[in-house]
């Protein structure tokens, strides 16, 4: 059974930084492409990076080089790093992994989702 296990999210003043974590068991990470996503309420979900081995695929948009997708090889774990938040980011972020094929920002592209952590930023 696949699992991906969120952490890291909270409530930060704009200007601050989070780091997310997403710690996969029954699935190897660095197999496939994974990615982060967002939503926020009356929005669809988002992709705001995603990467598959040393590839990282940069989607500016909204985040605009703020954040930073990375894994751990090791640990089966990637991460978002992101800084300078601004409320607008506030959103529930998703990691997803194991692509079915297909665009790589588009979340039908994923077969393994995790759970969602709440960022919340503040003005």
């Known amino acids: 059974q696949v699992e991906l296990q969120e952490s890291g999210g909270g409530s930060v003043q704009a200007g601050g930084s989070l780091k997310l974590s997403c710690t996969a068991s029954?699935?190897?990470?660095?197999?496939?492409?994974m990615a982060w996503f967002r939503q926020s309420p009356g929005k669809e979900r988002e992709v705001v990076a995603a990467?598959?081995?040393?590839?990282?695929?940069s989607y500016p948009g909204a985040v605009n080089g703020r954040f930073t997708i990375s894994q751990d090889t090791a640990k089966n774990t990637m991460y978002l790093q992101m800084n300078d938040l601004k409320p607008e980011d506030t959103a529930i972020y998703y990691c997803?992994?194991?692509?079915?094929?297909?665009?790589?920002?588009?979340?039908?592209?994923?077969?393994?989702w995790g759970q969602g952590t709440q960022v919340t930023v503040s003005s």
């Open positions: 997803a992994a194991s692509s079915r094929g297909g665009d790589a920002k588009s979340p039908q592209t994923y077969r393994y």
């Open positions: 990467q598959i081995g040393d590839r990282v695929a």
């Open positions: 029954g699935y190897r990470l660095s197999s496939d492409w």
